[in-house]
């Protein structure tokens, strides 16, 4: 196999976590809002929970790209 052909094989099984990752942020942003619907009078307390859970599913996203970049152009 060729070497080039690895390096895109390989960075494109880096980058499979991207979909999780946007699959992770629809349902954390759903289920506030489902919760914030049904009593909003607790919305505010569950914002930080609801920041906390975006920040670790966008870095999990954000470090699958980068992985997928260094395989590409670094290794």
């Given at each position: 196999m060729d070497v080039e052909a690895a390096k895109m094989i390989g960075a494109g099984i880096a980058a499979l976590p991207l979909a999780g990752?946007?699959?992770?942020?629809g349902m954390i942003?759903?289920?506030f809002l489902t919760g914030a619907f049904r009593?909003?009078?607790a919305a505010a307390?569950?914002?930080q929970t609801l920041l906390l859970g975006f920040a670790l599913t966008e870095f999990t996203g954000?470090?699958?790209?980068?992985?997928?970049?260094i395989i590409l152009f670094v290794v």
């Open positions: 990752a946007g699959i992770g942020l942003f759903s289920s009593n909003p009078s307390g569950n914002q954000l470090l699958a790209f980068v992985v997928a970049i």
